[in-house]
């Protein structure tokens, strides 16, 4: 009897969740779709009952903090994104006047290599590169340098200019250390401060993950006045592992991939560089593209190694590693990277190489996969190994519920407006 109990027993704040929304798929009516069930049972489930991200992933940063200091917490934390707390706001202010919106460490450093756009002079990369190296190490000369080259500028005629004022903008003090968190409000990758109340529903916040492609979703407490939870989509794909042996997840989970219509983004859709790339130039179609991550390709078609938004910081917090460079390539930063993780004991994708899978591949297979390697994007590959797609967790979120008709109203109305130019 015991033993019954216990195996009945959720194993985990995820798997409790889970079992909250099996108890009430079974009492959902017959004759709705399993999509149509699922989104009746999300709609019913406050999004506070979502397990609590860990202290340390739940900090805030001032907005008259300088853009060093914000790198220096967010890496501090190991975190990508934080809000940003409006200092000017009287003591008495909501929470909605409190917040001016999230800032991530990524979109730091590509707000500041969006500045070196602005200009169209090109200079002698070498007359900066001493002052450059001073300030920020080799690693940035190098991967600079490798953009600016005349080979490189030749063979890629369409690609954005990297002049001179490319490595004072990055290194001047007054865009850097004395640049103002607030003062990058409407810039790639600035997001609006889009938090839940606690009472709102786990629905909600599943739909601003994925339809609205929020990389994360703070969520508040009224009563506090004060943010009580972050919900990443890490943590979503962990909390869709932990229910994969319950009946409404096994209705998607069981399925092959080409069965719900995966990967939604085909072979000939999926931006990408050759390893002998520079590096730069994976980061430059990143915001140009508004997307948070590419694949390394060789042979050409071959992904060989992923690089995400948030690993631009390797530029700035392991500079040394590069040092044996005179440009980085996008193959020359998967190896360094890799080699400076396993060195300091760290874990990312890049150390484990590329993830993929087969379009023969259930979805529980591939979130396993996911919440394994704490990533949210996976490329498809024929037996071959060339690319065939890539699925990300917003793709699979979009198979398993979807937004009625009007659910939003003025949602939107109710939070600070999104700054000019900006992408959720």
């Known amino acids: ?169 990055l290194t001047s003090s007054d865009l850097y250390k004395n640049t103002k968190v607030k003062d990058i409000s409407g810039s790639f990758r600035w997001a609006p401060f889009l938090a839940l109340q606690t009472s709102n529903s786990f629905l909600t916040m599943l739909l601003l993950l994925s339809k609205y492609r929020m990389k994360s979703v703070p969520v508040v407490d009224p009563g506090e006045q004060k943010i009580d939870n972050i919900i990443t989509q890490s943590a979503v794909i962990h909390m869709l592992e932990e229910c994969a042996d319950l009946q409404w997840f096994k209705s998607w989970g069981s399925k092959q991939l080409c069965e719900l219509g995966l990967p939604l983004m085909n072979a000939n859709q999926v931006i990408k560089v050759n390893e002998d790339e520079p590096v730069l130039q994976a980061f430059r179609l990143m915001r140009q593209k508004g997307i948070g991550g590419l694949p390394v390709v060789s042979d050409g078609n071959k992904p060989v190694a992923n690089i995400s938004i948030r690993d631009i910081q390797f530029l700035l917090i392991a500079p040394e590693i590069y040092k044996d460079y005179r440009s980085i390539t996008a193959k020359n930063f998967v190896t360094s990277v890799k080699r400076y993780l396993e060195e300091n004991q760290k874990s990312s994708p890049l150390v484990s190489g590329m993830i993929t899978c087969r379009k023969n591949e259930t979805l529980e297979e591939v979130i396993s996969k996911l919440d394994s390697k704490e990533i949210h994007r996976i490329y498809v590959v024929d037996e071959e190994g060339n690319l065939e797609g890539v699925i990300t967790l917003r793709d699979i979120i979009s198979r398993i519920v979807h937004e009625p008709r009007g659910y939003f109203g003025d949602f939107f109305d109710g939070v600070l407006p999104l700054p000019a130019n900006s992408r959720v």
């Open 1 to 169: 009897m015991v033993m019954e109990e216990e195996s009945r027993t959720p194993r985990s704040p995820e798997a409790k969740l889970g079992k909250e929304v099996e108890d009430l798929w079974d009492v959902q009516e017959s004759q709705l779709s399993p999509t149509e069930k699922l989104n009746a049972c999300f709609e019913s489930i406050p999004v506070s009952e979502f397990p609590h991200a860990p202290p340390s992933q739940v900090i805030e940063i001032k907005s008259d903090a300088s853009l060093s200091e914000a790198v220096r917490l967010l890496s501090q934390n190991k975190i990508l994104s934080a809000p940003v707390v409006n200092v000017d706001a009287p003591e008495d202010a909501s929470w909605i006047d409190r917040y001016l919106g999230m800032v991530e460490f990524a979109g730091i450093v590509v707000w500041t290599l969006h500045q070196s756009e602005k200009n169209d002079t090109l200079d002698e990369p070498n007359l900066f590169s001493s002052a450059l190296e001073d300030s920020m190490g080799p690693a940035v000369v190098a991967a600079a340098t490798g953009m600016s080259s005349p080979r490189y500028r030749s063979s890629q005629p369409g690609s954005p200019k990297t002049a001179g004022n490319f490595f004072e903008l």
